[in-house]
């Protein structure tokens, strides 16, 4: 080989490892954006569903405001008119909305009868009596709901002393 090839064939060498290294850096590059990419997306992705889950939340709120006023309403009607066709219509209404809120993941929490527990009930009153157990819900003041395995609403309750 002469000496000018032998030149030649080192420059290209030389060239073909700054190559490589440019390569292999990009490469490199290219596979950190890409993580970067992902992670990205998939911390957005958990950012959209706890947006989701709380404006889903406030909107459940809204309905449960109106699902109260029903549930006084329902209270207030005397027995007699209980059977009239514009009444149960009406109620027909409350019922609709309940049947959506339970499609929805909503939840009713049970009170009436039980012990108290401080993680799904609010007492407002304790009430002497002495034909109930201390501690156990003997009213239900407002229903409480859950969404979501999460209380959205605790029952508030009267609770026997």
Known sequence: ???????????????????????????????????????YKKGESERLQEFLKFTT??????FLSILDNFEVAEKKIPAKLKED?????????????LDFLRTQGIEEIEALGLK???SFHEAVDEVETKDKESGTIIE????????????????KVKVAK
């Not at 064939?9 to 490589?20: I, P, R, T």
Request: glycine residues 4%; proline residues 3%.
């Open 1 to 39: 080989m002469t000496k000018k090839k032998s030149e030649d064939f080192k420059e290209l060498q030389k060239k073909l490892k700054e190559c490589q290294k440019s390569k292999d850096e990009y490469l490199a590059g290219w596979q950190r954006a890409r993580a970067d990419l992902l992670n």
């Open 140 to 155: 239900e003041i407002q229903k409480g709901y859950k969404f979501d395995n999460k209380v959205l609403r605790p029952a």
């Open 85 to 97: 066709v514009h009444v149960k219509g009406i109620l027909q209404i409350k019922k609709q909305l």
């Open 57 to 62: 939340e406030s909107w459940f709120w809204k």
């Open 116 to 118: 108290f527990n401080p």
